[in-house]
């Protein structure tokens, strides 16, 4: 935590009893202040705004057009440079929606936006009031089956058992989160069933308690880079297993692994913008599954 | 002598009827036979009117009379509740004793059943033969049939045996039909019969004492039924299961409140009476292990009651789940209640009679009217498997919680389940030990101990303790652990552990079936699916608002009790004509002189039963602890039954129904010099008279004495027929205990309720599993030590050597009398002890042997002085992680160390001779018998030895008090010492060991 800097936000929760359902998808559009003040662990090279919205358009583009969902994109807002990472803002598993106190105090605000969004959506909405709570989405890893959440700086107990408290249906076991922004800054769900990580020793480490702590055995990718692996599967009827997944040209090793994966819908994504700042590619959407209409 | 004989014989008759009664009660219950009440006053009228020989002619099998009178037999009766034809016969029975006797007797009688087995021997009847007796015996059961039957007495006559038989055949015929609906229930039904003979021969004589007992069942009814005092937890639970018409019981059990409101786990194979301390009896019927897979039950019936299980545990919030959640499983339970749903039928309010949730709000309700609709069509069956198939993925399905603390004493959580031990602080998982990862599971004290195999990149082995509230908590979740992990992850129930000597750890294991066997017998169920009703939920989830409680009659507990209580019926006789083959066979062997007849003797008809406890006593020589001891009762229990046929039928064959043994055969088997049951010898009688004498003048003699035929082998002249024998008891007078255990080794005396150490090493049978248990031992070995430290001992030691021979008799006499006194309680009066004793004897000089060492710490001092050692500070060293996260990070970050102090206090008497280093002499008998109650295990180790002339029994006994802080340890030692002083007037105390262990991080605890 010692560094400041945006983290992301992106989808969360997968849908149903089935992993990747989903219906529609919340994103948000970057604010120009995203570029000078966007909370980042270090200091990098400066990102190219323009490019990064170029890259944020085609991730919406992918959604939108290429996989059908039903997009709300809510607007910029000047005064939340790290808005765009909506997956920290809000958890939301089959019906009901978590909106999240974030670990950030700059990030608190964005929540607003964002409960409106899913009030619109009829989800039941559950707002993490208690100040001693705080939670990024991007620590919460949905298997489908259970939740895992990192212990971070940006996410700490409290705001787990109130994630507990929420989800009642699913074991949700706590793991630390020690040299990384978030939980799934080096790993995400690539399958039902099977986890991406990356392989740095801290991130084998984590994947190793969640396989303690889990009644379920989860097969594991890994991935040379922990940042490609951060992917977005995605379940949609007609189209199969769909898998987003960082491009060849920024990680090409891991671009090797994922394209192992036969029965998947390969779409490679850029983000070399948005990693300036720690996002990554769950980092920028909340994926919903509305299996009833309203 | 003579003058009491006169009430003794009555109280005898009294008792025996009694017993009659309660026998025919069972009977009735159990044949299902129905004769009115009328039918059965006039018999029992019958009966005691008619002196008893005449009496035995009478009889007739309950079978015959079935047969006979099959149509009368279906009358009011069977809707009347025993008790209250108890009581009928009692008053019945009641002018008679008064004709013949006294108020001497009633006092008496209600104390000295078994004792009066003798008595009866010794009464005026003394010239009666052996044939004589039994013939009473006989009759009076046979009173009690015709009190059922309402058969009238004159057919009855040359029928006995073949009655006998008959009966034994229809109580087989009758458990093979169970048997057939499903196969465990034979193994099963015996048991339950065992039971109640076991315990018929000691106290139903007496009181025939039962308990009252209610079991609240899943769909809010209760049931009740009235519980024979000394029943395991397993006749419960088999009528239980039998009035809810389940099968598949094994997922199921009886809880029941503990004094601190904590829930517990009955025990089927112990006796409730140990387990539950308060009156009234009142249990909870559960579902103990949630199938992972309900889909794989073979039953409807068991999925409804898992449902209704689960509705509990939803509507209370011990299950905890999402609004949908909530909602879509209370559609379910709709539709497999209501059927389809009915817009006309089902207006709004009909919804609310339910409860879904803890907190139910209306637009809960609304979803699950509107999830409701969606079910159209589903049958009640249907619904439950689609409710037990979203129940099943909750996250806390089947997980048992306990709370507990972790190393830092941060409050968390310990949830057993079926793939292992969950670790949560709040709501949070932080950790998850799977079963095949746990090598050791064990407690100590209020702490309990995981020991868990190394991770992949580590070497070492970790353990991982938790603070649990108190040691009873501890003790229950090690239970729990040690249940489900056999449950789930064996394949068939694991032995109970060998037992080292002086280990004091408990040696409980789990003795159902696993999942894996039931799951087998499950396949085997071959019956229609039952026809069951689908109670209201409204009724469960509103119980607590006074929702009407369905109270079941006994009656629909017939069919059940058929099978298992009318043999314990039998064992109320039983427990009179073991006493008298005991004494027969003792005559016996005085004559022959040898002892080694012990084996024939034990070749009951029911050879199986006493092979088994032939085997067990092997075991047990050898160290086995556990189950020695219920295999041990139940084995003879058995034999008692065979002692009861016996009586029905005089010398012939039974068939070989498990229940029903043959005395007879027994008896002649058992020696050819001892006399067939039907004639007995003059010097038998004698023999019996002297020991009545001896009872009456002794005071407050409860337990019957026998005679000791071991003792009679080696010390003839003792035996001599003109020898008096001193009851005494043990156990009985044993303070807080009203039970007490033989045991049949040292090593199990240690099996108690309040042990303080339990260790548990699951030996994963699963082919995955591969354990390697290095340094077990030495920790092990370090643990018992600690714990055998914990002790407060006090021995006594008697010296009548000086004494003239005569007295010097009684001193082993006396102590014979208590050996088998204590065997009495047991309801183990019988011929097997013989076998026990001589194994016994062989252990004995190990045990003597030992016993010496295990005195080191007593240390010879001057009278009166008090010697305290240096308590030592035993320190153990222990990592302690309960957190997931911390494993990961440090493996070795906190090190709590439990301080124990040991204390050693040793006073002495100067009289004392030194006669506790176990000086030459030729041993005589040695035993050890335990007895448990609330806080406290006392182990009394009897030895005799004869040093030139001279006898001399030295008792040693070892009472070990366990408890929280809020035990007074002094008061419970004085308490002991005090006891121990009233159980042995004659006897002095020479020598007091005081051993205490406390744990100094916790107060008090000791």
Redesign the interface.
């Known amino acids: 935590m010692a560094g400041l800097s945006s983290s992301s936000s992106g989808g969360g929760g997968g849908g149903g009893?089935s992993l990747g359902r989903c219906s529609h998808a919340v994103v948000r559009a970057l604010p120009e202040s995203l570029r000078q003040h966007a909370l980042r662990i270090e200091k990098g090279q400066e990102v190219d705004f323009a490019r990064a919205e170029r890259e944020h358009q085609l991730y919406v583009a992918v959604l939108k057009s290429k996989l059908g969902l039903q997009v709300l994109e809510l607007p910029a807002d000047e005064s939340l440079p790290d808005c765009v990472f909506v997956e920290d803002v809000a958890v939301v598993c089959?019906?009901?929606a978590l909106i999240t106190r974030p670990g950030a105090p700059s990030r608190r605000k964005e929540v607003d936006a964002m409960k409106k969004a899913l009030e619109s959506l009829n989800l039941?909405i559950i707002e993490m009031t208690d100040e001693n709570a705080t939670l990024d989405g991007g620590d919460v890893l949905f298997t489908g089956r259970?939740f895992f959440?990192g212990?971070s700086k940006r996410t700490n107990?409290r705001g787990?058992?109130i994630l507990?408290?929420?989800?009642?249906?699913?074991?949700?076991?706590?793991?630390?989160v020690y040299d990384s922004l978030h939980l799934k800054s080096f790993c995400s769900m690539a399958g039902p069933n099977l986890i991406a990580i990356g392989s740095t020793e801290a991130a084998q480490?984590t994947l190793?308690?969640m396989q303690?702590?889990?009644?379920h055995r989860y097969d594991k990718l890994t991935v040379p880079d922990d940042a490609a692996a951060n992917c977005i599967y995605l379940n949609i009827p007609g189209k199969g297993h769909v898998l987003l997944h960082r491009a060849p040209e920024e990680y090409p090793e891991s671009a090797k692994v994922f394209e192992k994966l036969k029965d998947h819908m390969l779409i490679p994504i850029t983000n070399t913008e948005m990693e300036k700042v720690d996002g990554l590619l769950t980092c920028r959407s909340v994926l919903i599954n509305k299996t009833s209409e309203l | 002598m003579t003058t009491e004989v006169g009430p003794e014989t009555e109280v005898k008759k009294e008792s025996e009827q009694l017993g009659a009664d309660a026998v025919n009660e069972k009977r009735e219950e159990a044949t299902e036979s129905q004769e009115n009440q009328k039918s059965e006053k006039t018999l029992s009228e019958e009966a005691q009117s008619t002196p008893s020989p005449e009496l035995a002619t009478q009889s007739s099998p309950s079978s015959q009379k079935k047969e006979k009178d099959p149509p009368e037999g279906k009358g009011i009766s069977r809707f009347i509740p025993p008790w209250l034809k108890k009581q009928k016969s009692y008053s019945l029975v009641e002018p008679k004793d008064e004709a013949k006797k006294k108020p001497v007797e009633e006092r008496q009688a209600a104390e000295e059943r078994e004792s009066q087995l003798p008595e009866d021997i010794a009464q005026p009847k003394g010239n009666l033969e052996e044939a004589t007796i039994e013939s009473q015996q006989e009759t009076k059961k046979n009173d009690k049939e015709e009190e059922k039957h309402s058969v009238s007495s004159a057919d009855t006559q040359p029928a006995k045996e073949d009655n006998k038989e008959s009966e034994a055949e229809k109580v087989a015929n009758e458990q093979e039909e169970q048997q057939k609906v499903e196969e465990k229930r034979e193994t099963k039904e015996v048991q339950t019969a065992e039971i109640k003979l076991e315990k018929a021969p000691q106290k139903a004589l007496k009181k025939i004492k039962t308990v009252p007992c209610k079991v609240m069942l899943l769909d809010g009814t209760e049931y009740s039924c009235d519980l024979e005092k000394r029943a395991k937890g397993q006749v419960l639970f088999d009528k239980v299961c039998e009035q809810l018409n389940l099968l598949e019981k094994d997922y199921f059990g009886l809880l029941f409140q503990d004094n601190s409101d904590q829930k517990n786990w009955l025990d089927s194979s112990k006796e409730i009476k140990r387990q539950i301390r308060s009156l009234p009896w009142l249990f909870t019927f559960n579902v103990k292990f949630y199938p992972p897979d309900p889909s794989q039950l073979t039953e409807d019936i068991t999925r409804y009651f898992l449902c209704l299980q689960l509705r509990q545990d939803i509507a209370s919030g011990r299950l905890p789940c999402s609004f949908v959640t909530h909602a879509l499983l209370g559609s379910y339970t709709l539709q497999a209640e209501l059927g389809d749903y009915d817009s006309e039928e089902h207006n709004n309010h009909y919804i609310s009679e339910f409860q879904f949730a803890p907190n139910q709000t209306k637009e809960m309700e609304d979803k699950v009217v509107e999830l409701h609709k969606t079910h159209r069509s589903l049958t009640p069956a249907q619904a439950d498997s689609h409710f037990l198939e979203n129940a099943k993925r909750l996250s806390m399905y089947g997980v048992d919680l306990h709370h507990a603390k972790d190393s830092e004493g941060v409050d968390i959580m310990l949830g057993v389940c079926a793939n292992g031990l969950l670790i949560y602080k709040d709501r949070l998982r932080i950790n998850r030990f799977a079963w095949a990862k746990i090598l050791k599971i064990s407690y100590k004290r209020s702490n309990f101990y995981i020991k868990v195999r190394p991770a992949e990149l580590e070497q070492f082995e970790s353990t991982i303790g938790f603070k649990l509230p108190n040691h009873r908590a501890a003790k229950r979740l090690w239970k729990v652990c040690v249940e489900h992990h056999t449950f789930y992850r064996l394949v068939s129930p694991e032995q109970p552990p060998k037992a080292k000597f002086l280990t004091l750890g408990s040696k409980f294991r789990y003795s159902g079936r696993t999942q894996a066997q039931t799951q087998q017998a499950s396949n085997l169920i071959d019956r229609p699916a039952p026809y069951f009703e689908r109670t209201s939920s409204k009724r469960v989830s509103r119980s607590l608002d006074g929702a009407p409680v369905g109270i079941t009659d006994q009656s629909l507990l017939r069919d059940f009790s058929a099978a298992t209580v009318g043999p314990a019926g039998d064992i109320v006789f039983a427990g009179e004509a073991v006493g008298q083959t005991k004494l027969k066979n003792g005559e016996g062997r005085d004559v022959n002189g040898s002892p080694t007849k012990i084996p024939q003797l034990e070749l009951t008809q029911d050879e199986k039963s006493l092979e088994e406890e032939i085997t067990s006593i092997l075991f047990s020589k050898e160290g086995f602890s556990t189950s020695m001891k219920s295999t041990f009762t139940s084995s003879t229990a058995r034999t008692a039954e065979g002692t009861v046929v016996k009586d029905n039928v005089p010398s012939e064959m039974l068939s070989a129904s498990p229940f029903l043994q043959l005395p007879e055969k027994l008896a002649s088997r058992a020696e050819g010099p001892c006399t067939a049951a039907s004639d007995a010898d003059k010097s038998s009688h004698e023999t019996l008279n002297i020991v009545e004498e001896k009872q009456q003048a002794e005071v407050g003699i409860e337990e019957t004495v026998v005679i000791d035929e071991i003792n009679r082998g080696k010390m003839q002249a003792v035996t001599g027929a003109g020898e008096t024998r001193k009851v005494e008891h043990l156990s009985k007078k044993d303070s807080s205990s009203l039970s007490s255990d033989s045991s049949s080794s040292s090593s199990s005396s240690s099996e108690s309720e309040d042990e303080v150490v339990g260790e548990y090493q699951p030996h994963h049978r699963a082919a995955e599993d591969i354990i390697r248990e290095e340094q077990e031992e030495n920790e092990d070995a370090k643990r018992k030590e600690e714990c055998a430290t914990k002790v407060i001992q006090s021995v006594e030691t008697v010296q009548e050597g000086s004494k003239v021979t005569v007295e010097h008799t009684q001193v082993t006499a006396k102590a014979l009398a208590q050996e088998n006194a204590v065997a009495i309680k047991t309801g183990e009066k019988n011929v097997m002890e013989e076998g026990k004793q001589d194994l016994r004897a062989e252990d004995e000089e190990e045990q003597l042997k030992i016993n010496g060492d295990g005195s080191h710490v007593d240390i010879d001092v001057v009278p009166q002085i008090i010697c305290c050692s240096e308590p030592p500070v035993v320190k153990t060293e222990m990592v302690t992680i309960s957190d997931a996260t911390q494993r990961t990070e440090i493996s070795t970050k906190e090190v709590p160390i439990v301080q124990t102090e040991t204390k050693t206090i040793t006073y002495e008497s100067p009289q004392f001779d030194g006669s506790s280093g176990g000086d030459a002499g030729v041993l005589l008998s040695a035993q050890t018998i335990t007895s448990e109650s609330v806080s406290t295990t006392t182990t009394t180790h009897i030895t005799k030895t004869v040093k030139g002339g001279v006898s001399e029994t030295r008792i040693e006994k070892r009472i070990v008090i366990t408890g929280d802080a809020d035990i007074d340890h002094d008061q419970a030692l004085a308490q002991a010492i005090k006891e121990a002083k009233e159980q042995h007037p004659d006897m002095s105390v020479t020598r007091v060991v005081v051993h205490k262990e406390t744990e100094l991080a916790e107060e008090g605890e000791e």
């Open positions: 009893w089959e019906e009901t039941n259970e959440v212990l107990q787990a058992e507990a408290d929420t989800f009642k249906d699913y074991a949700v076991s706590t793991v630390p480490k190793k308690t303690q702590m889990s009644d």
